[in-house]
């Protein structure tokens, strides 16, 4: 099975917890807006799939996931569908729903990183809610990062499978996607999360563990993999880093 | 299997999503914060769940479910876990992930419809971030809502299978939450609804005929369904209704 990603091509944003999964399991992919127009791909491609309508499963927004007919959305509804096809998730329904409840609450932290610089509105500019975005970064600071990363602290603490990846003794989806959003905080808050690691021992070396997996850093490594930039989810503006 | 829902006694919020779905297939359930603390429930069970260090998979916020030994937490994944038991999903994998997808998709509407109030932080009074929120208010009205609306409007007129429900010819746990978007929104923005509403033919016929739903008509009726308040997602504050 070859599967299509269809998600923006200039940023990581949501696409890249897709790439992280497909690349961790060397799945055969088509990351298909950064392929040439001249070979039907590229943003023609992405968005004739945005403004098709035949399909009868039609997605809200990016990233989509095509597999053979099959057109999914929902970066962890994706994630749901690949963890199994890509054992990159556990086995059992109790453990599938756990990782999948640990990804809605990634998601859910994921936008409150978003909105720390688009408090007001997604179509306006930074520029036009700087002042509001200060306020709100302020409180992701100080309340909400340490809220949500000291949860996932917990979770590994409280693994039975020895804390070395969030879910038992194996590496999921969710390890992979834990990474990311470590990364994108440490890029876009490096004097708050240089401040505030000591406190999350288990998920610093559970970033370390990740991006030392072979896969992972050959991608990391590669020119699939994108940088972080002002465009994303997580954007590094110094006045919001405290 | 008695199922246990845990959530805040006071609001619908996002227990509301559940607790239609459970009444609807008529499946037994305590609603366990609602219940006297003396038989040993009401808040303090609901704390004691929050609190308890014993739980592998502990949730990051309420409501959760408790069915038998497991606890399973956000909302969405409560539906993906509770539709083919209360026949409320379509059987076919492919089925469910488009039900589930649009349920994220709701999720996402949820969200966005909740930081109007609250466009700064979540644990602020929206006296203190009000002047924002008049801000994303208008943002809101004029972007967001019809361009999801307009969305699941598409949905429905997509459906291959007649378009009374929002997935093929049967009622699933979407269509039980959409009705509950369209009860909240009509209530937090009375005005900016009436004016819209005729934009969306299908989703008000939908609205209505959950409505009408034998089950979930005398759910509404009963004092099991709490009142809309100044205290859960969907707020109604005139200022922010245009």
């Keep these: 099975m070859r599967y299509e990603l269809y998600y923006w091509p200039g940023i990581q944003g949501r696409g890249e917890f897709v790439r992280l999964a497909l690349e961790e399991a060397a799945a055969d992919y088509v990351d ?3 392929m040439p127009a001249r070979a039907g791909m590229g943003m023609p491609a992405l968005m004739r799939l945005l403004e098709d309508t035949a399909i009868g499963h039609p997605p809200f927004a990016l990233p989509a996931l095509k597999a053979g007919k099959q057109v999914i959305a929902q970066t962890a509804n994706i994630l749901l569908f690949l ?3 890509l054992d990159l998730a556990p ?3 109790a453990g599938r729903l756990w990782a999948h409840q640990l990804q809605l609450t990634i998601a859910d932290f994921i936008s409150e990183a978003h909105d720390v610089h688009h408090p007001i509105a997604s ?5 036009a809610q700087k002042r509001e ?3 709100r970064a302020q409180d992701f600071r100080v309340e909400r990062l340490p809220k949500f990363l000291g949860y996932f602290e917990d979770v590994l603490a409280r693994n039975a499978g020895g804390g070395n990846f969030m879910i038992g003794r194996r590496r999921s989806y969710v390890d992979l996607s834990m990474f990311q959003v470590l990364a994108g905080l440490s890029y876009a808050f ?3 999360m240089a401040r505030l690691k ?3 021992p288990r998920l610093v070396a559970l970033y370390q ?3 030392a997996r072979p896969r992972i850093a050959a991608y990391l490594a590669s020119s699939r993999r994108l940088p972080f930039n002002p465009q994303g989810i997580f954007r590094h503006y110094p006045e919001l880093d405290g």
């Design 32 to 34: 298909i807006a950064r």
């Design 209 to 211: 563990r990740v991006m």
């Design 91 to 93: 086995k059992a329904e």
């Design 123 to 127: 179509g306006l500019y930074y520029e």
């Design 198 to 200: 000591s406190r999350w």
């Design 190 to 192: 490096p004097r708050a």
């Design 83 to 85: 963890g199994p096809r």
């Design 133 to 135: 975005a200060k306020r």
